[in-house]
């Protein structure tokens, strides 16, 4: 009964990093009780207490150890709630307990016990605590201490609990001590010893807010392995447009925070574009705590995505472009609907003219072009899921040096708005693209004796609806074998290390599992090659089973898990890429008894 609320606010998704869980988004419904399910790297030891928004309401949601999301107490009016907020060291994580005052102790039972753990340089707070004769609770270590006084927003079950935690690390409820307990989850800081990594944000407040004094920290953001950290105090101006947080510190959708104003909870939303504005609740005593705003921030180089379309997050990540010695590489997972305009690349990352890429949609093919000015367009083929696989556009930009491959048969560029064909060699791999209009043979053209392979090598290309098999042989001949549903040849996506360059390579045969093995001598054995901060995999196989492909060595890994379009004779086949190495067939072709790795391309 519960959907992602989408529009500006996306789809909800979670992230883990180094043992620490992060969720964020907006739900809709109207089922007030369990709302979702965590995957098993994104549980709690034990069940935790976390104080989520509902507008003008504070919320309680609790999360178990088998990673179900649930609504206890509090708001649930205009039939959403904001996940943003549930932040936590997972059951894999490393905690330590924090040191009791006036009797306080564990809640025990079902319950987390109450820790602190230091993690790249954050410190992160969970778990439950029995209030003793006082509700000063608690004390942190020295290396877990504040550089000024921070002051979070915390749940006590129905109502709202303001927690201060001061330089001596002591840990105290001020408001809201409605049940005799104390929730620490969800509260997470810089401490004073990593704060010189943090830049100030008095500049960036709007609508005459500013720091408060010297006993509250000032406003200040973080980046931490991906993650933004605000944290900080404000006074003095009006509800609206608090400030506009710098494009490093934004992110990927509308999110809904749930911040402290004394005895109140405020409503304080960040939007993709860096403003941060209150919304709902609180808005008394003429100040504001910005701590407890933290996200995952959106990298630079992050794809920019059409409306309507957002990252697929989880293990997936984000969808970066790069661009190096004039080569740009896309590579990551959208989420959407809208089969049109995908996302716009910014000008260092732009072709000539346009080009055709054959990228993945599980079992099908899909074309996707690129356009001169940036915008990334599905035109044709599979549009299944609610997903896109941007990994496999690869191209020299338009300012990248180009040769124009020799023609065969009558085979010529197809002209107008697209791109000629051309190879370009850079740092000892080949680069290929453009589209080519057929003449009386599929064997449409020739590569140069620099641009040529040890062995003949198998590509995936696009041709419209359908996928097409194109080889590259030893003597430089390109030649189409299956899919031609159209009388044209796109290169664009094609890229390899050839025979003279070939010393860098290593073979893979020894990293290929469930009974895969090199195919002969005719086409090339299995290898991998680094080139320029990026790892390239080519080479056939066959014989094995589709499942578990091979597990490629800790120097060729990738960030996040990528889909590939690999070419399966006249069939497209998923395989994905993991950031721990393994290589798996997914979904798609799985005929002929042999798959062309040929295509996986990634940063490392």
């Not at 439950?128 to 608690?138: D, Q, R, T, Y």
């Not at 550089?147 to 129905?158: D, G, K, R, T, Y």
């Amino acid at each position: 009964g519960w959907r992602a609320y989408g529009h500006d606010y996306g789809r909800p998704s979670f992230s883990v990093s180094d043992d620490i869980c992060i969720l964020d988004g907006l739900i809709y419904g109207n089922h007030w009780g369990h709302l979702a399910t965590l995957p098993s790297e994104c549980r709690p030891r034990e069940r935790i207490i976390f104080n989520v928004n509902n507008h003008q309401y504070t919320t309680r949601v609790d999360v178990l150890p088998d990673g179900g999301v649930h609504w206890v107490a509090g708001g649930k009016s205009h039939s959403w709630l904001s996940l943003t907020g549930i932040k936590f060291v997972t059951n894999k994580g490393s905690k330590t307990q924090v040191s009791f005052l006036h009797g306080a102790r564990n809640y025990g039972g079902i319950w987390e016990d109450a820790y602190y753990s230091k993690i790249n340089g954050e410190c992160v707070l969970g778990g439950l605590i029995s209030k003793g004769s006082s509700w000063e609770v608690a004390q942190l270590p020295s290396t877990c201490r504040p550089e000024n006084a921070l002051m979070f927003n915390v749940n006590n079950h129905q109502c709202t609990m303001r927690l201060d935690i001061y330089t001596d690390g002591k840990i105290k409820a001020i408001t809201g001590g409605c049940h005799a307990w104390v929730s620490l989850s969800g509260v997470s800081f810089i401490p004073k010893d990593s704060k010189s990594s943090s830049s100030a944000l008095a500049s960036s407040l709007k609508s005459g807010w500013v720091p408060s004094g010297s006993f509250w920290e000032a406003p200040s953001y973080t980046l931490v392995d991906g993650e933004c950290l605000v944290q900080g105090f404000i006074h003095g101006g009006s509800w609206s447009h608090i400030g506009t947080l710098p494009v490093e510190c934004r992110p990927y959708k509308r999110l809904i925070f749930n911040l402290n104003n004394h005895q109140y909870t405020s409503r304080v939303d960040v939007l993709p574009d860096g403003r941060v504005y209150w919304v709902g609740g609180g808005r008394s005593h003429g100040w504001l705590s910005l701590t407890g705003i933290s996200f995952v921030a959106v990298p630079t180089n992050a794809v920019t995505l059409a409306q309507q379309w957002q990252p697929y997050g989880y293990e997936y990540g984000i969808p970066t472009w790069k661009v190096q010695d004039e080569v740009c590489e896309v590579a990551g997972l959208i989420y959407g609907n809208h089969w049109g305009h995908l996302a716009t690349l910014p000008s260092e990352c732009r072709p000539r003219e346009r080009i055709i890429f054959n990228v993945n949609n599980h079992q099908y093919t899909t074309r996707v072009d690129v356009l001169p000015d940036g915008g990334v367009h599905w035109v044709a083929g599979g549009k299944s899921h609610s997903w896109l696989s941007l990994t496999g556009i690869k191209f020299v930009t338009n300012k990248g040096s180009k040769t124009q491959v020799s023609f065969l048969h009558g085979a010529r560029n197809y002209g107008g708005i697209w791109e000629d064909a051309y190879y370009s060699k850079i740092n000892g791999e080949c680069v290929l693209g453009g589209l080519i209009s057929k003449g009386s043979s599929w064997e449409v053209a020739q590569l140069p004796s620099t641009c040529r392979p040890e062995n003949a090598l198998m590509f995936n290309v696009n041709n419209h609806q359908c996928t097409m098999r194109l080889d590259i042989y030893t003597d430089g001949k390109i030649k189409a074998i299956t899919g031609g549903c159209h009388a044209w040849v796109s290169l664009s996506g094609v890229s390899f290390i050839p025979k003279d360059s070939k010393s860098s390579s290593s073979a893979l045969a020894s990293s290929l599992k469930s009974g895969w093995v090199p195919s002969g001598s005719f086409w090339e054995a299995p290898s991998y090659t680094l080139v320029d901060g990026e790892c390239l995999v080519q080479g056939f196989i066959h014989g094995g089973s589709w499942s578990h492909i091979g597990t490629l060595p800790v120097e060729c890994r990738p960030y996040k898990r990528l889909i590939f379009n690999l070419n399966n004779h006249q069939y497209t086949s998923r395989v994905d890429v993991l950031p721990d190495g393994r290589v798996y067939w997914v979904g798609g072709g799985r005929s002929h008894g042999w798959l062309s790795l040929t295509g996986i391309r990634f940063e490392v």
